[in-house]
Each structure stands twice: as structure tokens, then as C-alpha cells.
């Protein structure tokens, strides 16, 4: 239904949009040949990136009260100067644009008044989600001066963002990946949004579908389904946690694990079934705006061995090891160590899992 442009300064080193939506930070997004879509905040999204701008669509919003469904070939355009400028994001001017002949099942607000919050909350969710409002040329210029490595790195990978993604999505999501390749962790998703969550959109056999609420991932059959499912021992951790998620307060408490240091919000999420060390940073760091919060996998490990001579006695991580892996690259590279993290990991990666990728466009 909406459709908006933002201003990347012309260059992807602002922001590499299928990049960063398809590395392992969310895995909701499938790309198409020029475009991107996924669901993200209850709403179908679909995104595609040129030289010059991001191009954004809303196509389906769907919340618990959310009845009737319209089509609209209206789109609204958005250019924004400097993406990095938040009063800017805040005050840029709207401009109504026709378009040609595009039909998509949306949505409608059941009082005109739900309708225009609705719609006006479209660019801070998206502008949010890809933390627009942070100078990512600036960081990259601190790294390099922080870390001689980051010069080489920071040319090879540009544009790489850490996600703000919603809390109770991030937590169950990581869940899954525990032990995991990104590839089994989108699959898993997807089957479990299929079962538990409200279908949003449909289109030749590609189907998008809300994320389960608490409740759904509470219910007593969680463990028996999601065994059905493929999810192996992870199935009894996904309702046990849900069950204590909701126990101390649900997405209430969880939200507010954002207003917590991240010492504090690190040892409530790893209090919870299921969450290791790593699972917890993970969410800290893409969800709980920790962004000191450095996750440790595989990839990060055989960097700081390879690259930076971090001795670790054992195969696999001690407690104590994690803890000191993850200080010595908070002293490397400041209060967004867990995104220089996100960087490296990236750079990491050799390709793109085609898990993300779907045959058939979604609009025409």
C-alpha cells in the first residue's frame, strides 16, 4: 500500500541493504531478482536499493484487530537527504505519487483514526529497524583507527548495519539457531510461523506469515509440534522459555530489558531456558540496543585466533574464556564492539545461503 524512497548518499557503503538482510542477523527476508521482501513488524515489506535510494512498500499489516482487506495502486514517495541525520528522518516532507497498475492484498484499520497511525508510523519502523540515525561512515573511520585490520575490512565489506529488530522475535528466533547453519535456522522459522503464526500473504506458493505471539509458543502442545517439526532437543526449549517470558511479564519485560545495562540484561535472558552466552549477546546486541554485546561463534572465534593471537586452551569455549574474548574486543573497538562484530562476521561469510532466495516475484 505504501511506497517510499529514502536517500543511501548514493553509494551501498551507507548501507547494504541485501547484505545485511540476508547475512544471519534476521531470517525473514527472501530475496527476488531485484528486490527484497519479509516481515518484519507485523507487516510485509517489500524493499529494493539502487545507487541513489532505498524504495519501501508496506504491502500487508496485519494485527489481532484487523478485519477487512483493500488494494490500492497508490504509493507514497520519500526522499530524505542524509539518512544519518535523525531530525531530518523526522521532518522530511511527503509527496503523493500515482503509479502504475499494482494490486496487493493489504489490511485496513477498523477507524480512520487507527488508519492514519497506521500509515505514519511506516518510515520510523523502517528508518528504526536499519538504525538509519547512526553515522556508519563515522564508525567504520573509528574502527580502521582503532584496529589497523578494520582498513581492509571495511572496504571489502561496506554498509553492514545491526539490525533493531523486535525483542520477542529475536529471542525465539536464536533459540533455533543454537547448533545451527543459517540455512536450518530460516527453514525452522518458516515452519513454525507456518504452524503458530496468522497468514499475512499469499503469492504462487511463496506464503508470508506473521510471527507466533507468546501465547502460541506458551501452548502445551509446543514441544510435541515442533519435534514434528525437525527442531530435535530445541522443541521443549521454545515453550519452557516462552512460558518463563511470560511468567515475569511477557513482552512488557522483555522490552524493558532495553532500558537495562548490558550486564543486567545479559543475566535475565540467560536465566531463561535455553539461552546460552552466545544466544543472549545475540539479543542483546540485534534487540536489547547493546550494541557492546559481542556474540561468539565459530567465525568470530577462528578470527581472533587467526588474526589477533587470542589464546584459548580449550576446543570449545569455557564461561570464563567467552567473558574474556568478548572484553578484549570491547577494548578493540569501543561501545560498538558487537558491531565491528557483525562486520567481521560478514566478511567472514563467502556466500549467501540461497535459503533467502524465492523464484517467483511477488508483485509485479
Known amino acids: 500500500m505504501f511506497g517510499r524512497k529514502l536517500d543511501a548518499n548514493s553509494e551501498t557503503s551507507v548501507l547494504n541493504l541485501k547484505l545485511n538482510l540476508t547475512c544471519g542477523q534476521a531470517f525473514r527476508w527472501r530475496t527476488c531478482e531485484n528486490f527484497l521482501i519479509g516481515v518484519m513488524e507485523h507487516r510485509v515489506w517489500q524493499l529494493k536499493q539502487d545507487n541513489d535510494h532505498i524504495y519501501y512498500k508496506k504491502l500487508v499489516f496485519a494485527r489481532l484487530s484487523l478485519k477487512k482487506k483493500l488494494a490500492s495502486n497508490v504509493w507514497l514517495t520519500l526522499l530524505i537527504s542524509n539518512m544519518n541525520n535523525a531530525e531530518k528522518l523526522k521532518k522530511s516532507s511527503r509527496k503523493r505519487k500515482s503509479t502504475g497498475n499494482v494490486a496487493v492484498n493489504t489490511n485496513k484499520c477498523l477507524d480512520t483514526k487507527r488508519i492514519c497511525e497506521c500509515s505514519s508510523f511506516e518510515e520510523k519502523i523502517l528508518c528504526d529497524y536499519l538504525r538509519l540515525n547512526i553515522d556508519l561512515k563515522k564508525l567504520y573511520t573509528e574502527w580502521?583507527?582503532?584496529?589497523?585490520?578494520?582498513?581492509?575490512?571495511?572496504?571489502?565489506?561496506?554498509?553492514?548495519?545491526?539490525?533493531?529488530?523486535?525483542?520477542?522475535?529475536?529471542?525465539?528466533?536464536?533459540?533455533?539457531?543454537?547448533?545451527?547453519?543459517?540455512?536450518?535456522?530460516?527453514?525452522?522459522?518458516?515452519?513454525?510461523?507456518?504452524?503458530?503464526?496468522?497468514?499475512?500473504?499469499?503469492?504462487?506458493?511463496?506464503?508470508?506469515?506473521?510471527?507466533?505471539?507468546?501465547?502460541?509458543?506458551?501452548?502445551?502442545?509446543?514441544?510435541?509440534?515442533?519435534?514434528?517439526?525437525?527442531?530435535?532437543?530445541?522443541?521443549?526449549?521454545?515453550?519452557?522459555?516462552?512460558?518463563?517470558?511470560?511468567?515475569?511479564?511477557?513482552?512488557?519485560?522483555?522490552?524493558?530489558?532495553?532500558?537495562?545495562?548490558?550486564?543486567?540484561?545479559?543475566?535475565?535472558?540467560?536465566?531463561?531456558?535455553?539461552?546460552?552466552?552466545?544466544?543472549?549477546?545475540?539479543?542483546?546486541?540485534?534487540?536489547?540496543?547493546?550494541?557492546?554485546?559481542?556474540?561468539?561463534?565459530?567465525?568470530?572465534?577462528?578470527?581472533?585466533?587467526?588474526?589477533?593471537?587470542?589464546?584459548?586452551?580449550?576446543?570449545?569455549?569455557?564461561?570464563?574464556?567467552?567473558?574474556?574474548?568478548?572484553?578484549?574486543?570491547?577494548?578493540?573497538?569501543?561501545?560498538?564492539?558487537?558491531?565491528?562484530?557483525?562486520v567481521i562476521f560478514v566478511n567472514e561469510i563467502k556466500e549467501l545461503p540461497q535459503i533467502y532466495a524465492i523464484n517467483e516475484d511477488v508483485v509485479k
Open 144 to 342: 580502521k583507527n582503532r584496529d589497523e585490520k578494520f582498513t581492509h575490512i571495511s572496504s571489502s565489506t561496506p554498509g553492514i548495519r545491526v539490525l533493531r529488530q523486535n525483542p520477542l522475535e529475536t529471542l525465539f528466533c536464536f533459540l533455533c539457531s543454537v547448533n545451527n547453519n543459517i540455512t536450518r535456522i530460516v527453514s525452522m522459522i518458516e515452519r513454525m510461523c507456518k504452524l503458530y503464526g496468522n497468514k499475512l500473504l499469499e503469492y504462487k506458493g511463496t506464503t508470508f506469515h506473521d510471527f507466533p505471539t507468546l501465547g502460541m509458543l506458551a501452548s502445551k502442545d509446543t514441544d510435541e509440534d515442533l519435534r514434528k517439526l525437525g527442531f530435535g532437543y530445541r522443541a521443549p526449549f521454545i515453550g519452557k522459555c516462552a512460558k518463563e517470558v511470560m511468567s515475569k511479564g511477557g513482552e512488557v519485560w522483555l522490552e524493558s530489558l532495553r532500558k537495562q545495562t548490558y550486564k543486567k540484561a545479559f543475566t535475565a535472558l540467560t536465566d531463561l531456558t535455553g539461552v546460552g552466552m552466545k544466544v543472549a549477546d545475540c539479543v542483546c546486541l540485534m534487540a536489547m540496543d547493546k550494541l557492546e554485546a559481542v556474540p561468539l561463534d565459530t567465525h568470530v572465534r577462528q578470527v581472533a585466533l587467526r588474526d589477533y593471537n587470542f589464546k584459548v586452551k580449550t576446543k570449545t569455549l569455557s564461561t570464563r574464556s567467552y567473558t574474556e574474548m568478548g572484553s578484549f574486543f570491547r577494548s578493540l573497538w569501543g561501545g560498538y564492539a558487537g558491531w565491528a562484530q557483525a
